[in-house]
T-cell receptor, first 112, second 111 residues
Framework: DVKVTQSSRYLVKRTGEKVFLECVQD?????MFWYRQDPGLGLRLIYF???????EKGDIPEGYSVSREKKERFSLILESASTNQTSMYLC???????????FGQGTRLTVV | DQQVKQNSPSLSVQEGRISILNCDYT??????FLWYKKYPAEGPTFLIS?????DKNEDGRFTVFLNKSAKHLSLHIVPSQPGDSAVYFC??????????FGTGTRLTIIP
């Protein structure tokens, strides 16, 4: 069974903290993605990676960075958390960028 | 610039009836379209897809229709069941590019 695992289901962080969201996939997929989901805005792509150590900006990369040191792991970093980064964060992976992506269960991040 | 739009944020349908979810897109280069279903506190799961060379794809109770000239696709669920209550996202892409998602439609099936 395909599996994408996000390290936390719920997180509460303080404004200004550095936050790490971890994602691991066990399907040997080349492509990994970070999205955030907000009411009325759907899923917006933050960053994606096509290979180890490769990264590309998505539609809303400001305030975020990523790390992909190993093929199976893709980390999203909030350099200095702000309240407008309170959201549901979703990690996904895919064999081919053009076909279905498999999602993790999501991390609900609250920045206070 | 929202290239994939789901203009109905919510939809309520009686159990057993047909649910029709709509999606419009603006980028004529899109050639592959997908529907995802999302329950609260879970990640989206893939439901059904269609390539631009087709105008219909069926999988059990789910059928996706594509009208390229209108840049419109729809998802039909027949018959609707309580377990279908979820948020549905359409997504599109072209070539080997990343998926672009719509804003989602919350479907509620009324028993």
């Amino acid at each position: 069974d395909v599996k994408v695992t996000q390290s936390s289901r719920y997180l509460v962080k303080r404004t200004g903290e550095k936050v790490f969201l971890e994602c691991v996939q066990d399907m040997d997929h080349e492509n990994m993605f970070w999205y955030r989901q907000d009411p009325g805005l759907g899923l917006r792509l933050i960053y994606f990676s096509y290979d180890v150590k490769m990264k590309e900006k998505g539609d809303i990369p400001e305030g975020y960075s990523v790390s992909r040191e190993k093929k199976e792991r893709f980390s999203l970093i909030l350099e200095s958390a702000s309240t407008n980064q309170t959201s549901m964060y979703l990690c996904a992976s895919s064999f081919d960028r053009a076909i279905e992506a498999f999602f993790g269960q999501g991390t609900r991040l609250t920045v206070v | 610039d929202q290239q994939v739009k789901q203009n109905s944020p919510s939809l309520s349908v009686q159990e057993g009836r047909i649910s029709i979810l709509n999606c419009d897109y603006t980028n004529s280069m899109f050639d592959y379209f997908l529907w995802y279903k999302k329950y609260p506190a879970e990640g989206p799961t893939f439901l059904i897809s269609i390539s631009s060379i087709k105008d219909k794809n069926e999988d059990g109770r789910f059928t996706v229709f594509l009208n390229k000239s209108a840049k419109h696709l729809s998802l039909h669920i027949v018959p609707s069941q309580p377990g279908d209550s979820a948020v549905y996202f359409c997504a599109a892409n072209f070539g080997n590019e990343k998926l672009t998602f719509g804003t989602g439609t919350r479907l509620t099936i009324i028993p």
